[in-house]
């Protein structure tokens, strides 16, 4: 993984494109995925000042999210999700 996560772009030039694959929607839903966790996370109480998500894709045109975040904020993150579970299991 790059521990690059300053730019916000996709980034074609990290993998070679399979023709009819749509990477672009894959990487819509990386962003939109980035920007529900860190509100949900602000609405948690949890200080998102430190938290860096960037979206990309996977080789199948899947949504992947990196995410970086201070260890404090981890550990509340882990906190909120412990005491308030949050029907987490398979993706849909």
Same mark, same amino acid.
Request: charged share 25%; proline share 5%; hydrophobic share 45%.
């Given at each position: 993984? +790059?521990? $690059?996560? *300053?730019?916000? &772009?996709?980034?074609? $030039?990290?993998?070679?494109? #399979?023709? =009819? @694959? *749509?990477? #672009?929607?894959?990487?819509?839903?990386? %962003? $939109?995925?980035?920007?529900?966790? %860190?509100?949900?996370?602000?609405? /948690?109480?949890? +200080? %998102?000042? =430190? #938290? &860096? /998500? !960037?979206? =990309?894709? =996977?080789? *199948?045109?899947?949504? @992947?999210?990196?995410?970086?975040?201070? @260890? +404090?904020?981890?550990?509340?993150?882990? !906190?909120?999700?412990?005491?308030?579970?949050?029907?987490?299991? !398979? /993706?849909?």
């Amino acid at each position: 993984m +790059d521990p $690059d996560f *300053d730019g916000e &772009a996709l980034e074609p $030039d990290g993998w070679i494109w #399979v023709r =009819g @694959v *749509d990477y #672009v929607a894959g990487w819509r839903s990386a %962003t $939109d995925a980035a920007a529900e966790l %860190t509100i949900a996370m602000a609405e /948690a109480g949890i +200080d %998102t000042s =430190g #938290v &860096a /998500a !960037k979206a =990309g894709t =996977g080789p *199948d045109g899947s949504g @992947v999210l990196r995410l970086s975040l201070p @260890v +404090d904020t981890a550990l509340a993150l882990a !906190k909120v999700a412990r005491t308030r579970p949050l029907g987490l299991g !398979k /993706a849909g």
